[in-house]
């Protein structure tokens, strides 16, 4: 009995709690899309949400709110007299929608406009380009959003520009309704403009005058907010800190106002370990292993060490480098580097320059001891992104490359190239000792799908046998890659590089089986010979495929334009045109073409990246496909 009393009286409980009708939904008839947007925006989330539920005796209630969230939705967008209507509709499943009928009426326009800027931000470049970009025009709808999004960028522009007391003397908004008219005041007084003062940084042990080097600025320097930006991310760079606040004083009381700076750092973990892996379809798999140690001490210095692997020719690389702050001079190191590379290749020449019918020629193995030794030079420039890097450096090369004669007819082991020149040429130990300057500027502005991209970097160098070294020449080279965004989808890429060398170069004929061979060797140590030919050079020849057959060449000109279309967040498709060709007479430099399609994947593991490729001079004009993934070797 009891059991069926609490049972009963559990069921009244839920049928009590249960309300009058269920969800409540809006609809907005006789308004374009995006007013009918801004309404339901309003209406739908004030008071009784998305989900509401209400009883008839709210009815009035619901109505009432819904037709003054309306008015209010719809004032912003100059309609101040608008004609509402709105009823209640009960459906059979208990709830409800609240439809509004909206006339808008007639909108305010603007009948006059006045806005203008005073103090010495007058003149200010920026400032002057929000004037004159400002869209509240006479005669136009009066948007109170834009007015109000306008006076905020007003502020933050002259702040930015270093205005930091900038602010309105006037800024009125009258409405006359019974004309539908707006008049708009605006009056913006940029105060003095404030100078960068004093930099303190706390928080490390490094010595007195390390640091000094990093802002983009002196002391007594126009203020602005890029500057300041570009001191956070400089000192991060530096991988001496993994953590920096940059606290701002404004000191309005100085014959010139200032902002002095308390840079606060956090020591980073000292050990630093990282690698890639990458594959190409032209040089097959690629490993690196970096390790970097910095600061190793209170001088600021480092110490980075890096081993690659590379299976095209067996290549293996060690490079290491120390790099210690000159202190006392600005942003200057003493900066060494040490580079070990041991290759197993095969010398294969053409038969013929215009196909890619090449025969094996030699086997053997390359060493190459590279030593630099330099000052580096680091300007941060004011504008942007941009570092400029200036090296004077001498440096030391010795290459010894043993080459061995192949067979080459394999069923005739005896038929074999027998010339004292050539072998003269493929088992030689070479010594270069060199004197140049080294120049690059890197900009960079996003990451993957960049924004802005300039690299640019040329170097001269001269060896000489009055240094002690066994060969003299003197090369040149410039290069220059550029990235502009065009839209928000659209990338150009260019990118050019030219190099000359001047050093002998040895000519002889072979005589293969009655076919006579042309061949030339440069005596250009090979660490410095030019290639060109690939994925990153000229697509739709083999990799390093053209120079002087596989010995490589004195001279190299190469040109690419490739435009590039982001159809999804991480893929693009890219259209492309490649130019070039390494060398060694100028007079007949046979510069090869290549044109192509290609795709692209911005991958976690780094861009990957697959071109279909062109030979346009080559005897049939043979297709190429290219696929790469990850970083180069070192």
């Known amino acids: 009995m009891l059991a069926g009393i609490r049972k009963l009286l559990v069921v009244l409980l839920l049928t009590a709690a249960l309300p009058a009708f269920a969800d409540v939904t809006y609809v907005v008839n006789g308004l374009d899309e995006t007013l009918a947007a801004n309404v339901l925006s309003h209406v739908d989330t004030v008071q009784f949400g998305p989900r509401a539920r209400l009883r008839p005796r709210d009815h009035e209630k619901v109505i009432d709110k819904a037709i003054a969230d309306a008015r209010a939705a719809l004032r912003p967008y100059g309609y101040y007299a608008p004609d509402i209507s709105a009823r209640i509709i009960v459906k059979q499943d208990r709830s409800a929608i609240v439809e509004l009928t909206i006339d808008a009426g007639p909108p305010v326009r603007i009948a006059s406009v006045r806005v203008n800027v005073v103090g010495p931000g007058a003149s200010d470049r920026l400032i002057s380009a929000w004037l004159r970009a400002w869209p509240l025009k006479e005669g136009a709808v009066l948007d109170q959003s834009t007015w109000e999004d306008e006076k905020q960028t007003a502020i933050e522009t002259a702040h930015s520009r270093g205005y930091l007391a900038a602010e309105f003397t006037e800024h009125r908004l009258e409405l006359d309704l019974e004309k539908n008219t707006a008049t708009l005041v605006l009056t913006l007084d940029s105060g003095p403009r404030y100078v960068m003062g004093d930099v303190k940084y706390s928080g490390h042990d490094l010595k007195p ?63 630093h370990y990282s690698g890639a892996l990458g594959w190409g379809d032209d040089t097959g798999i690629r490993l690196q292993a970096n390790y970097s140690r910095h600061p190793m001490s209170t001088n600021g210095d480092r110490v980075d060490v890096g081993v690659g692997y590379q299976e095209l020719d067996d290549q293996l690389t060690l490079r290491s480098r120390y790099r210690r702050p000159w202190i006392g001079r600005s942003r200057q190191w003493w900066d060494a580097e040490l580079t070990l590379r041991v290759e197993n290749q095969d010398l294969e020449v053409k038969r013929d320059e215009q196909d890619e019918d090449f025969i094996q020629l030699a086997t053997g193995d390359l060493d190459e001891k ?265």
Not at 224 to 249: I, P
Not at 444 to 462: K, P
Not at 603 to 618: K, L, N, P, T, Y
């Open 209 to 271: 005058g390390i640091l000094e080097y990093i802002p983009r600025f002196e002391k007594g320097d126009p203020y602005t907010a890029r500057l300041v930006s570009r001191l956070r991310t400089d000192l991060w760079k530096t991988g001496y800190f993994d953590d920096v606040t940059v606290l701002e004083t404004e000191r309005p009381d100085l014959e010139q106002p200032a902002v002095d700076f308390d840079v606060l750092v956090g020591t980073e973990t000292r050990n």
């Open 370 to 634: 590279h030593i630099r030794f330099g000052r580096l030079k680091l300007r941060n420039l004011k504008g942007g992104e941009a570092q400029r890097f200036t090296t004077p450096f001498v440096q030391f090369l010795n290459s010894d490359q043993r080459y061995n004669l192949v067979d080459l007819t394999p069923d005739d082991p005896t038929t074999r190239v027998d010339d004292p020149v050539l072998e003269g040429r493929l088992r030689t130990i070479e010594n270069a000792l060199s004197v140049g300057l080294d120049y690059e500027v890197v900009d960079v502005q996003g990451r993957a799908f960049e924004t802005f991209g300039r690299r640019d970097r040329a170097w001269i160098f001269h060896s000489d046998k009055a240094f002690g070294s066994t060969v003299e020449f003197t090369q040149f080279y410039a290069a220059t890659r550029r990235s502009y965004l065009l839209g928000d989808r659209m990338k150009f890429h260019v990118r050019g590089e030219v190099g000359y060398t001047d050093a002998a170069v040895d000519q002889f004929e072979l005589d293969i089986g009655g076919q006579p061979l042309n061949l030339s060797f440069t005596t250009l140590p090979n660490f410095y010979r030019f290639k060109a030919g690939g994925s990153m050079s000229v697509r739709g020849y083999g990799f390093e495929r053209l120079s002087n057959n596989d010995i490589g060449s004195n001279h190299i000109i190469t040109a690419s334009a490739e435009a590039e279309y982001r159809f999804l967040d991480a893929w693009s498709g890219a259209v492309f045109a490649d130019i070039g060709n390494a060398f060694n007479d100028w007079d007949d430099p046979d510069l090869k073409r290549g044109i192509g399609i290609g795709i692209r994947w911005y991958s976690f593991a780094g861009e990957i990246r697959v071109d279909v490729a062109q030979a346009v001079d080559f005897e049939g004009k043979p297709l190429r496909y290219h696929l790469t993934i990850g970083t180069p070797l070192l």
